[in-house]
T-cell receptor
Framework: GNSVTQMEGPVTLSEEAFLTINCTYT??????LFWYVQYPGEGLQLLLK?????DKGSNKGFEATYRKETTSFHLEKGSVQVSDSAVYFC????????????FGAGTRLAVHP | NAGVTQTPKFQVLKTGQSMTLQCAQD?????MSWYRQDPGMGLRLIHY???????DQGEVPNGYNVSRSTTEDFPLRLLSAAPSQTSVYFC?????????????FGPGTRLTVT
């Protein structure tokens, strides 16, 4: 079946450190891939997306590349800020169906000054 | 635009009680969905709708009913609440039901069933 696996958190970093949050997926066909972010007390909001292999999504200094050969969509940021502290969800929407998102379990990021 | 709004923000129910979680969007989106968020499990799809009058089941539909009489509103009904339904519920909407389109989430309803 379709599924998303994320690295377990929490991830704790100092400000200006490099961030990687791993995400791998299992899917039939060619899904679209997403990273959503949930700030404390809020709903989820789209951070970035990629709809086909080798696409790179980017936003607010975050990047992720759709790697079909490794079925991965790892999230990276070169220099994190305290304001990046949130829960990050990797998700896919599989082909052949409606825009139903399948989420990973989420990774909590805490950035300290 | 208010985006996606949900009421109430918090609710405590006793086992067996019923209630309706409200969801509304003012973006004229055709596609709407309900998710529940549980620790360590991410979000799971409960029900979704691709337009007024059309609904379908998601991954975890048991114990929940939905209807979609207007484009704007998509209420979620719990007919007989159970402790296993303690969760945070998110409503989302999207311009299109095609994959790849961004979904806009409401702020959530935290439900506790005792």
């Amino acid at each position: 079946g379709n599924s998303v696996t994320q690295m377990e958190g929490p991830v704790t970093l100092s400000e200006e450190a490099f961030l990687t949050i791993n995400c791998t997926y299992t899917a039939t066909g060619y899904p679209s891939l997403f990273w959503y972010v949930q700030y404390p007390g809020e709903g989820l909001q789209l951070l970035l997306k990629a709809t086909k292999a080798d696409d790179k999504g980017s936003n607010k200094g975050f990047e992720a590349t759709y790697r079909k050969e490794t079925t991965s969509f790892h999230l990276e940021k070169g220099s994190v800020q305290v304001s990046d502290s949130a829960v990050y969800f990797c998700a896919l929407a599989f082909s052949g169906g409606y825009n139903k998102l399948i989420f990973g379990a989420g990774t909590r990021l805490a950035v300290h000054p | 635009n208010a985006g996606v709004t949900q009421t109430p923000k918090f609710q405590v129910l006793k086992t067996g009680q019923s209630m309706t979680l409200q969801c509304a969007q003012d973006m004229n989106h055709e596609y709407m969905s309900w998710y529940r968020q549980d620790p360590g499990m991410g979000l799971r799809l409960i029900h979704y709708s691709v337009g007024a009058g059309i609904t379908d089941q998601g991954e975890v539909p048991n114990g929940y009913n939905v209807s979609r009489s207007t484009t704007e509103d998509f209420p979620l009904r719990l007919l007989s609440a159970a402790p296993s339904q303690t969760s945070v519920y998110f409503c989302a909407s999207s311009y299109s039901s095609d994959r790849g389109h961004e979904q806009y989430f409401g702020p959530g309803t935290r439900l506790t069933v005792t």
